[in-house]
């Protein structure tokens, strides 16, 4: 949308110096040659001629791509706000998907991921079940792994689906 928003001021541009040119009873030489810098002064039927060709060609299409570029830019403004609105509030109260607000990984390893602030190593969680019943709890009761996509798929994620909501 970006691009043709540009594209089109670009456009609106080109016609207007087209316009301006039209309109105005003497036109400065543009080319390169002994003539360069000096102007033209258009006699009174050309100027008459171009004149109404800037009135009838050239002004209604300048107001069209008026028109169109207000719109364009009333589109990007609002889908700016909308977007900003959107990073700013992070995630809908249902969360990812409509899993409700799921916790924040703390640590993510090679093993898998870590929510509890106690565990360091997933090894640990082997020969203590009172820290993976924390663990467990940290997650609010889903694995790990389901929370990441590489190790969700890593693990097989067969199991997860049982965990959603």
């Not at 001629?49 to 207000?70: G, M, N, Q, W």
């Not at 830019?73 to 990073?87: C, E, F, N, R």
């Not at 020969?127 to 190790?151: I, K």
Request: hydrophobic share 40%; glycine share 10%; aromatic share 10%.
């Amino acid at each position: 949308m970006l691009v043709v928003a540009v594209a089109m001021v670009r456009i609106y541009l080109g016609w207007a110096y087209v316009g301006d040119r039209l309109r105005s009873a003497a036109v400065p030489y543009e080319e390169t040659g002994w003539y360069d810098g000096q102007t033209f002064v258009k006699p009174p039927e050309v100027l008459t001629r171009d004149r109404l060709l800037a009135s009838y060609e050239v002004r209604p299409v300048l107001a069209k791509a008026r028109r169109t570029l207000v719109g364009m830019g009333t589109i990007l403004l609002t889908a700016s706000v909308v977007l900003y609105g959107l990073m700013q509030a992070g995630t809908d109260t249902d969360g990812d998907y409509g899993r409700g607000a799921r916790p924040v990984p703390r640590q993510v390893t090679a093993e898998g991921v870590l929510y509890s602030n106690r565990v360091k190593d997933l090894s640990q969680l082997l020969n203590d079940d009172q820290l993976a019943a924390e663990e467990a709890a940290a997650q609010g009761g889903v694995p790990g792994y389901c929370s990441d996509r590489f190790l969700r798929a890593y693990a097989g994620g067969q199991y997860c689906s049982k965990f959603e909501r």
